[in-house]
């Protein structure tokens, strides 16, 4: 004669928002069912994560100096080639600004490069 099969208790720490949420729905971590009338529901609770992305009710926007309310950008995903073309716009830009800051217009005329 064997015992029967009895699962070891769930490993979900009980102090968690995510569980007391569930188990006021009638959720039991430890019974191995999901939630509804058939048992098939979820199984564990959901993580939270963050969602920066929105703001509340009634919340005032902060206007920008065009007057389009501000929404905030999503950060871009940046690879090795992204890097590499961002890398050389900003070397054109600082050669561009040092020719204008430190360039002599009767030099460059001489050499033919101003017109």
Avoid at 101 to 109: A, L, M, P, R, S
């Amino acid at each position: 004669m064997s015992r029967p099969l009895q699962h070891p208790p769930s490993h979900i720490d009980r102090t968690r928002k995510g569980l007391s949420y569930l188990e006021s729905y009638g959720y039991d971590p430890d019974s191995r069912t999901g939630l509804g009338a058939k048992g098939d529901g979820i199984l564990h609770p959901i993580k939270a994560k963050e969602k920066r992305d929105t703001v509340g009710l009634g919340m005032k926007l902060k206007s920008s100096k065009d007057g389009k309310p501000h929404v905030q950008k999503r950060p871009i995903n940046l690879d090795a080639s992204k890097i590499r073309k961002m890398h050389d716009e900003d070397k054109k830009k600082h050669k561009k600004l040092v020719k204008l800051f430190y360039g002599n217009d009767d030099v460059e005329k001489y050499l033919g490069q101003l017109r």
